[in-house]
């Protein structure tokens, strides 16, 4: 959504949010650990492709789920409501979510938190949204009576993984929808549900295997 979505880092390779608590609890909120990561897969990596190495890597260093770096970020930004989640890191740069949470009125603000010890950051007011971005989102806030936590645990309940990232959008046809990332321990493969935010119903699922 060209609306709210972060820019990529460099080396990023998950895009795409899970819980233990409430709504989004289950499995998809629980990042595997370095020595779950290598019973999942075993010890050799030769049999993945270099993203599936990447993801298996990446996820193996998250501590702070997509849950709580949204409750970081909004805590950081006064009656705002989660836009969007994505994680993101490299060899060089560790684990983080870059997330986005957004007023009432449409204004957007992106938070940057660690995926290790969950500290957010300054949030910064997004500068590329106009009058009509703003409105768009407002209402899209408004008729969105599905949370992220409630979108993510539908994926997770589908495909048991880790959430990676969630976003706010509109499908093809008009469709309000949550775009929900899940990663698999076994194949690390990605699978992207599109979840309707407003009853919850599977509209798409795509599995990306490379």
Not at 56 to 62: G, I, T, Y
Not at 63 to 69: D, I, L, T
Not at 98 to 124: E, F, I, M, Y
Request: proline share 3%; glycine share 10%.
């Amino acid at each position: 959504m060209g609306l709210i979505c972060a820019a990529a880092a460099a080396g990023a390779v998950l895009t795409g949010c899970g819980n233990n608590n409430g709504d989004g609890g289950g499995t998809g909120n629980n990042p595997l650990s370095p020595s779950q990561a290598a019973a999942a897969t075993g010890s050799s990596t030769g049999s993945l492709t270099q993203d599936q190495a990447d993801r298996k890597a990446l996820v193996a260093r998250v501590k702070v789920s997509y849950e709580k770096a949204l409750r970081a970020a909004v805590a950081a930004v006064p009656a705002s409501k989660p836009v969007s989640a994505e994680l993101e890191g490299s060899d060089v740069v560790g684990p983080r979510w870059d997330t986005q949470v957004a007023t009432s009125d449409g204004t957007v603000r992106s938070v940057r938190v660690d995926a290790v010890s969950g500290k957010a950051d300054q949030p910064r007011t997004e500068t590329d949204e106009d009058g009509d971005d703003r409105r768009k989102l407002a209402g899209w806030l408004k008729q969105a009576t599905v949370t992220a936590e409630q979108a993510a645990r539908t994926a997770t309940d589908k495909t048991k993984g880790t959430v990676t990232s969630i976003e706010l959008d509109d499908s093809d046809d008009g469709k309000l929808m949550w775009s929900v990332d899940v990663v698999t321990p076994k194949g690390w493969n990605k699978t992207t549900f599109d979840v309707d935010a407003t009853n919850r119903k599977i509209l798409r699922e795509h599995v990306d295997t490379d």
